[in-house]
């Protein structure tokens, strides 16, 4: 028994232990009357005895104290009827009537509870279903503006290929959106090429890097970097399409994008830096850019969900990924991502 225990039991008992303490002393009181030549022997067996029947009393309290909290800890886990009987038998009859009441209330939670967790997974079967099934017709559609552009007019083709990407994009969140919520996330860790990552991702958005008439500069090495391929493809995207979404449209200077890749001596980590030119975010927004949901004071918010850097905090979170940004509003946004030195898969 821990002393924490003794001194709780001892404090829960204190007024039969002043009870016992009184009723000592006036036989104390009585024997100094009755037997003033055998006093002091009568008072050191009376105060033996009471210190015994106090031993006795708080190991009997603590043993029973122990089975009641093992009992309601098993209830609680499980309020079946069987867990409910063990636990009413161990406080007593008197504790029936609310007993059975606060049964009843958590096993129609638990009952919830299962429900809920059953239509959850069936709503990330049906959104992963949903998903696979809607990337056919838009692998269509891209097979036949890749083989039709020479029908169409400049102007048709960047505007259907667009919003082909931001289709494709939002579809892209959706599955990742429904996979995060899910109990376990199930990551491929592997060595990743960031320069083919970056080549496959400028390679998708290069419709669109052309409509909105978007440089990017590279200076971009091949750093080792363990990840999910698949989160990291999708992180990259998103930081690239809010670089061209939020570009300064007011401005008379070119829309830039800078990637740079390297290895940060202070954080001892690699780093990947995403940079723009455009209308950045006000400080008093930087807090929140990360919050689901959240747009800010910007000029165009409606063309905002709030949903693309959430996803992405959420997934460099699970990674082990860390994230800086940095913003002078009407003048650029940066957001560093630092990877972790992971050098047994080198």
């Not at 050191?44 to 708080?58: A, E, H, P, Y």
């Not at 419709?207 to 999910?228: A, F, G, R, Y």
């Not at 391929?229 to 992180?235: D, G, V």
Request: proline share 2%; glycine share 4%.
């Amino acid at each position: 028994m821990r002393r924490l225990d003794w001194l709780h039991i001892l404090l829960q008992s204190r007024q039969w232990i002043l009870l016992l303490c009184v009723n000592s002393g006036f036989f104390i009181f009585l024997a100094w009357v009755a037997y003033p030549e055998t006093f002091k022997l009568l008072v050191l067996k009376m105060l033996i005895f009471n210190f015994v029947t106090i031993l006795i009393g708080v190991l009997f309290t603590w043993k029973k104290q122990r089975k009641q909290r093992n009992t309601f800890y098993q209830f609680s886990k499980e309020p079946s009827a069987e867990h409910e009987a063990k636990l009413l038998q161990v406080l007593g009859d008197t504790h029936k009537e609310p007993l059975h009441d606060l049964a009843n209330q958590l096993r129609h939670l638990y009952d919830e509870l299962q429900d809920a967790k059953y239509q959850s997974k069936e709503y990330e079967t049906f959104i992963e279903s949903w998903v696979h099934e809607i990337k056919t017709p838009l692998s269509l559609l891209h097979f036949i503006l890749q083989n039709r552009k020479d029908e169409m007019s400049p102007l048709v083709y960047q505007r259907l290929d667009h919003a082909n990407i931001t289709i494709h994009d939002h579809v892209e969140r959706i599955l990742f959106y429904a996979k995060l919520q899910a109990v376990h996330v199930d990551y491929s860790l592997k060595k990743v090429s960031i320069e083919e990552c970056f080549e496959d991702v400028l390679l998708e958005l290069q419709s669109l890097l052309e409509e909105q008439h978007v440089s990017v500069h590279k200076e971009i090495k091949d750093i080792p970097v363990v990840s999910d391929e698949r989160a990291l493809h999708f992180i990259l995207i998103q930081l690239l399409v809010n670089a061209i979404k939020y570009r300064n449209v007011d401005s008379e200077s070119e829309s830039l994008i800078w990637l740079e890749t390297g290895f940060e001596h202070a954080k001892d980590r690699y780093y990947v830096k995403v940079a723009d030119n455009g209308v950045g975010v006000l400080q008093s927004d930087l807090p929140f850019i990360f919050d689901k949901g959240f747009t800010g004071e910007i000029s165009n918010q409606k063309q905002s969900t709030g949903i693309g850097l959430f996803l992405v905090k959420k997934l460099c979170d699970d990674l082990q990924v860390e994230i800086e940004v940095e913003s002078k509003y009407k003048r650029g946004f940066t957001i560093q991502l630092l990877f972790p030195k992971v050098n047994k898969f080198f």
